[in-house]
């Protein structure tokens, strides 16, 4: 394991040679413009609704692709060909960005969800940082500045709670502000940015992680204290760890490597906690306090969350050089490689059972699509590189 320029070429031929191709090849819907996502084991097409995360998620990811890899004209192509569609059919012409399209890209489902707002934002970021158009630096920015708005209540009229009774805040949104600002840093001004990176920061680091537990949580009374309820005791791992890498860039952005120590610090804690130790593998959620939880999807094994382990495992190690991440980086690769690569079709499997038996044979469906394999292999690939050139 300690060859890591081996490793590194194992990870980059996966994503350029398997995961690459097939969405290039499968997922562009020529006719109506856009991406499908629902897509089966062989990369067919199983249903041809549009959901905004993941046509947000395509478009950065060819982007940045394009931006750090190499300055392919069919990558940019291709992050166009679902920007232009997101730009025409993805919001209500004020940028309140839906959920989810039809075929054609009439709405479907009205824009509650706020990561939809994020994922558009990363999207023409990243974009605008290809082409150079102001067109879609203007939209990213914007965007960006109705999710500062929503912070407080991100669900708006949406929302199914009733005010006052239950207040409570989300560890979702502090977190993926910590990668998006680092995301649209081009566009921000410099004191304003600074200010946003402090306040997730603190928010994650401080907030959400409570030293009395020593463990992340996802919801909080809002004025900061525990909740002993069914959200309030919800844990989960894959979240808080890959918060934690998000936390390490930030921290080597703003050179602070107490912060770096102490989220790889977090994020040994968080996998320990959330490892499955009959089946192996990591759970998806856990209640604090041992009780049943509300998911009844608790035990399955999920592919976002080991990736995003990958990736943070990797980076605490380069940045810190903390054996006990390598080592969980050693635990983790050999799980996901064994049970989310599909041996026999291109593309990884996303939804285990506790046991590592699949579940779901998709490639990409509502909430699966051309995100996390893809750029937790390039994200690895960078890592083992860094680190085989250093040693």
Request: with cysteine; proline share 3%; glycine share 6%.
């Amino acid at each position: 394991m300690n060859d890591f320029k081996n490793i590194a070429e194992q990870y980059k031929i996966e994503l350029l040679e398997n995961i690459v191709p097939f969405w290039l090849n499968n997922s562009q819907d020529k006719k109506f413009g856009g991406y499908f996502s629902c897509l089966d084991r062989e990369g067919k097409v199983f249903d041809t609704d549009k959901f905004i995360w993941l046509q947000g998620r395509e478009v950065w990811f060819f982007s940045m692709l394009y931006n750090k890899l190499e300055k392919k004209q069919e990558w940019l192509d291709v992050a166009v060909h679902g920007a232009e569609f997101l730009k025409k059919y993805g919001h209500d012409g004020n940028l309140n960005w839906y959920f989810s399209l039809n075929r054609e890209g009439k709405p479907l489902v009205e824009p509650y969800n706020i990561f939809s707002y994020t994922f558009a934002c990363m999207a023409f970021g990243q974009l605008s940082k290809a082409t150079g158009n102001q067109e879609y630096a203007d939209i990213a920015l914007k965007t960006f500045n109705i999710i500062l708005s929503k912070t407080n209540n991100p669900k708006g009229q949406w929302s199914k709670v009733f005010p006052g009774t239950r207040n409570l805040k989300n560890f979702a949104l502090p977190m993926i502000l910590c990668n998006l600002a680092l995301e649209i840093e081009h566009l921000l001004d410099a004191d304003f940015l600074k200010e946003t990176m402090e306040t997730c920061i603190q928010e994650v680091m401080e907030v959400f992680y409570r030293p009395d537990l020593d463990l992340v949580v996802e919801n909080l009374n809002t004025d900061g204290t525990l909740s002993d309820t069914f959200d309030g005791r919800l844990l989960n791992p894959g979240h808080a760890i890959e918060a934690m890498w998000f936390i390490m860039d930030l921290g080597v952005r703003l050179n602070r490597p107490k912060l770096i120590t102490k989220a790889s610090d977090i994020a040994i804690r968080m996998v320990e906690y959330g490892w499955d130790k009959q089946h192996d593998g990591i759970f998806y959620f856990i209640d604090r306090l041992g009780y049943p939880t509300q998911q009844l999807e608790w035990d399955q094994k999920l592919w976002w969350v080991h990736i995003e382990t990958l990736i943070t495992m990797l980076k605490a190690y380069q940045l810190t050089g903390s054996e006990k991440s390598l080592e969980w980086f050693r635990k983790v690769h050999d799980y996901t490689w064994m049970h989310f690569k599909d041996e026999k079709h291109p593309e990884w499997f996303g939804y285990l059972n506790r046991q590592g038996e699949v579940l779901l044979p998709l490639k990409g469906g509502k909430w699966k699509g051309c995100f996390h394999v893809p750029r937790g292999l390039y994200q690895c690939w960078q890592s083992l590189e860094a680190i085989s050139n250093k040693e």
